[in-house]
């Protein structure tokens, strides 16, 4: 599971950093739901997805 999520997120960071301001809402929604999940679950994820999500900035709802 732990790879699939890793790819998942993955897509999700390149998904915010597209022009397309509608890709940004749902990569940005999607990007929350996981992150809620997994914090609920205690699963740590791997570094390189931690500082990746450490320096985006927060998308306005």
């Known amino acids: 599971m732990l790879i699939s999520t890793v790819r998942f997120y ?14 940004q809402e749902y990569a940005n929604s999607c990007l ?13 994820l791997p570094d390189h997805i ?4 450490s320096h985006l900035p927060e998308i306005p709802r």
């Open 10 to 23: 993955e897509r999700i960071l390149l998904g915010l950093h597209t022009p397309d301001p509608d890709t």
């Open 32 to 44: 929350s739901y996981l992150t809620s999940f997994l914090r609920l679950r205690h699963i740590e």
């Open 50 to 53: 931690q500082r990746a999500l």
